[in-house]
């Protein structure tokens, strides 16, 4: 079993920046591919970043590209987003997820997710 735990959310305004913090319990921290995923209201939930055990490969989607980092540090068991440039677009319900597999993570259907936490960004 793995727990995630996410913070760093909050209300920011166009332009601002935040990071996200997702701590992890459980199992060996480093075998898991990690992600984030976000979900804005009426949407479905879709892919932001993910990046792999080793640190040695990031994946981003389109929208966030340049503007957004994921990285991880696995001696305090934690994956970060760091958020840059935030748009009112980016305002969603952000989610850490993972699995011991990178291309089931990435496809959303990760086994561990945590409850989230709330990003704003007003206009």
């Known amino acids: 079993q793995v727990q995630l735990v996410e913070s760093g959310g909050g209300l920011v305004q166009t332009g601002g920046s935040l990071r996200l913090s997702c701590a992890a319990s459980?199992?060996?921290?480093?075998?898991?591919?990690m992600g984030w995923f976000r979900q804005a209201p009426g949407k479905e939930r879709e892919f932001v970043a993910a990046?792999?055990?080793?640190?040695?490969?990031?994946y981003y989607t389109d929208s966030v590209k340049g503007r957004f980092t994921i990285s991880r540090d696995n001696a305090k068991n934690t994956v970060y987003l760091q958020m840059n440039s935030l748009k009112p677009e980016d305002t969603a319900l952000y989610y850490c997820?993972?699995?011991?597999?990178?291309?089931?993570?990435?496809?959303?259907?990760?086994?561990?997710w945590g409850l989230g936490t709330q990003v704003t960004v007003s206009s």
């Open positions: 997820a993972a699995d011991l597999f990178l291309t089931v993570l990435r496809t959303g259907r990760g086994g561990y």
């Open positions: 990046i792999t055990g080793s640190s040695r490969s990031t």
């Open positions: 459980g199992r060996a921290f480093s075998d898991y591919a």
